[in-house]
């Protein structure tokens, strides 16, 4: 996305109102005057003989442009709750880019829970856990997650992202290492960083490459690896079971993200260690509120020696207020309703083999997913916003993935499905998406012939 701004300069650079005045002898007088906003500054970047740090800023015009033309794909609001089907612009479309995999946000329970707890602890805590913001209501959640993880503690962070970095920067020094997979949540690497801790990326489940990691061990500190359960762009799974036979050669901790897979993966909806059959060998195991359990916040699950010593070492627990009550009550009930009706896992796996089934029908590629994350592999970004400009004008929400969040050239549309989704709305969604498929593979026959 590039242009010119109307009355900038070509590379969109323009400055605000208050920064445009130019000083120094003049024709008239020597009178200082003001250059109107609309006349740009040849060469402007410096700012008194120092680079003006908003430079960047004020240059950027690619969000500008999309939203110019009328393509911007992000940030669009929606006017409903996070059910199956929402209201954007006005009009309901189908829902098929939420992470609210059970359908647990609507549900009457979770909401009366909710607001059970605002009548009693009111909105807010105040505080951080550390201090003045830890409710017993705090202390029931993970009693409560522990008993459901078969994990002897669990630790409650206000959201997932600060519950990566909370725990990977309390656990790892300056001496340690940290092994990531390259396809990891963001939050693990920006985690990594924050602990000053040796951090290094394995290719994308090869096994053999973060075997070459782990023999490249001077002994001088700890090491850790960390993986995704559920890889959230391309639905794929990490090889836990390969990861684990690892551990009989040499010495590391192993961490798993699992905040798409909590209440989705497993038996009994325990997550991806479960659903491999190693919960034992996970020394950590993180996961979310914002997915199955129909809230906003994370935890990390350990032994409780290691929680106790993130408790009191996490800077992002320590120096963050704690969750509110509305939230916390919200995954206590959504734990009751996922131990109570496991009838909807097998909902939302039926609706997942449903769609990935026709989209490869179609002759759509879906990639490696084998969960309810179901890409659509496009490749080039005009593609990939074509198409999915194409569904949401027909009805249909997905969400574009482009670089840096994949690599060049492997952009995808990221749909995901919900229990509640009903077979009316997803055969809806197969024929729209089948429309679009074919009038988009017809232009580019067109374009290449025209060549």
Same mark, same amino acid.
């Given at each position: 996305?590039?242009?010119?701004?109307?009355?900038?300069?070509?590379?969109?650079? @323009?400055? +605000?109102?208050?920064?445009?005045?130019?000083?120094?002898?003049?024709?008239?007088?020597?009178?200082?005057?003001?250059?109107?906003?609309?006349?740009?500054?040849?060469?402007?970047?410096?700012?008194?003989?120092?680079?003006?740090?908003?430079?960047?800023?004020?240059?950027?015009?690619?969000?500008?442009?999309? @939203?110019?033309?009328?393509?911007?794909?992000?940030?669009?609001?929606?006017?409903?709750?996070?059910?199956?089907?929402?209201?954007?612009?006005?009009?309901?479309? %189908?829902?098929?880019?939420?992470?609210?995999?059970?359908? /647990?946000?609507?549900?009457?329970?979770?909401?009366?829970?909710?607001?059970?707890?605002?009548?009693?602890?009111?909105?807010?805590?105040?505080?951080?856990?550390?201090?003045?913001?830890?409710?017993?209501?705090?202390?029931?959640?993970?009693?409560? /997650?522990?008993? #459901?993880?078969?994990?002897?503690?669990?630790?409650?962070?206000?959201?997932?992202?600060?519950?990566? /970095?909370?725990?990977?920067?309390? /656990?790892?020094?300056?001496?340690?290492?940290?092994?990531?997979?390259?396809?990891?949540?963001?939050?693990?690497?920006?985690?990594?960083?924050? +602990?000053?801790?040796?951090?290094?990326? #394995?290719?994308?489940?090869?096994?053999?490459?973060?075997?070459?990691?782990?023999?490249?061990?001077?002994?001088?500190?700890?090491?850790?690896?960390?993986?995704?359960?559920?890889?959230?762009?391309?639905?794929?799974?990490?090889?836990?079971?390969?990861?684990? @036979?690892?551990?009989?050669?040499?010495?590391?901790?192993?961490?798993?993200?699992?905040?798409?897979?909590?209440?989705?993966?497993?038996?009994?909806?325990?997550?991806?260690?479960?659903?491999?059959?190693?919960?034992?060998?996970?020394?950590?195991?993180?996961?979310?509120?914002?997915?199955?359990?129909? +809230?906003?916040?994370?935890?990390?699950?350990?032994?409780?020696? $290691?929680?106790?010593?993130?408790?009191?070492?996490?800077?992002?627990?320590?120096?963050?207020?704690?969750?509110?009550?509305?939230?916390?009550?919200?995954?206590?009930? =959504?734990?009751?309703? %996922?131990?109570?009706?496991? &009838?909807? @896992?097998?909902?939302?796996?039926?609706?997942?083999?449903?769609?990935?089934?026709?989209?490869? &029908?179609?002759?759509?590629?879906?990639?490696?997913?084998?969960?309810? $994350?179901?890409?659509?592999?496009?490749?080039?970004?005009?593609?990939?916003?074509?198409?999915?400009?194409?569904?949401?004008?027909?009805?249909?929400?997905?969400?574009?993935?482009?670089?840096?969040?994949?690599?060049?050239?492997?952009?995808?549309?990221?749909? +995901?499905?919900? =229990?509640?989704?009903?077979?009316?709305?997803?055969?809806?969604?197969?024929?729209?998406?089948?429309? $679009?498929?074919?009038?988009?593979?017809?232009?580019?026959?067109?374009?290449?012939?025209?060549?």
């Amino acid at each position: 996305m590039c242009g010119r701004d109307p009355g900038g300069r070509a590379d969109g650079y @323009r400055l +605000s109102p208050s920064l445009e005045r130019e000083g120094g002898t003049t024709e008239n007088g020597g009178k200082e005057t003001r250059r109107p906003a609309e006349t740009p500054i040849p060469g402007w970047g410096v700012m008194q003989g120092h680079q003006d740090l908003f430079a960047k800023a004020f240059g950027y015009t690619r969000a500008r442009t999309a @939203r110019a033309e009328g393509w911007y794909p992000y940030f669009r609001a929606i006017e409903s709750g996070a059910g199956a089907e929402v209201t954007i612009e006005g009009r309901r479309v %189908i829902m098929i880019g939420s992470n609210n995999y059970l359908g /647990l946000t609507q549900h009457p329970y979770v909401i009366e829970k909710a607001q059970k707890a605002i009548a009693e602890y009111g909105t807010g805590c105040t505080g951080s856990r550390f201090l003045n913001g830890n409710l017993a209501l705090h202390e029931e959640l993970e009693d409560r /997650l522990a008993r #459901f993880m078969d994990k002897p503690a669990c630790l409650v962070f206000s959201t997932g992202y600060q519950t990566n /970095l909370g725990t990977i920067d309390a /656990l790892a020094g300056r001496h340690d290492r940290v092994l990531t997979d390259s396809m990891n949540h963001a939050s693990i690497f920006d985690a990594s960083r924050l +602990s000053f801790a040796k951090s290094h990326k #394995f290719r994308h489940n090869d096994l053999t490459d973060l075997e070459r990691l782990l023999q490249d061990d001077d002994g001088s500190g700890g090491t850790l690896v960390v993986t995704d359960g559920v890889f959230s762009m391309e639905g794929d799974l990490a090889d836990l079971e390969g990861i684990v @036979r690892l551990r009989r050669h040499y010495s590391f901790r192993l961490m798993i993200d699992d905040a798409h897979g909590v209440g989705v993966m497993g038996p009994r909806g325990r997550g991806t260690a479960e659903h491999f059959g190693v919960e034992d060998s996970a020394d950590l195991i993180m996961g979310t509120f914002s997915k199955s359990l129909a +809230s906003i916040g994370g935890f990390i699950a350990a032994e409780p020696e $290691v929680i106790d010593f993130v408790k009191h070492h996490s800077r992002a627990l320590i120096f963050s207020a704690s969750p509110p009550p509305s939230a916390v009550a919200a995954v206590i009930a =959504a734990l009751d309703i %996922i131990e109570a009706e496991p &009838e909807r @896992r097998r909902m939302l796996w039926e609706n997942v083999e449903k769609m990935r089934s026709g989209f490869q &029908e179609i002759g759509l590629d879906t990639g490696p997913s084998v969960t309810p $994350v179901i890409p659509l592999l496009i490749g080039e970004e005009e593609d990939t916003f074509y198409f999915w400009n194409a569904l949401f004008e027909a009805g249909i929400f997905t969400n574009p993935i482009v670089p840096p969040a994949v690599p060049p050239g492997r952009c995808l549309l990221r749909t +995901s499905y919900m =229990a509640t989704h009903t077979p009316e709305m997803l055969d809806h969604v197969l024929e729209v998406v089948a429309a $679009v498929a074919e009038h988009a593979s017809a232009s580019r026959a067109t374009a290449a012939s025209a060549r």
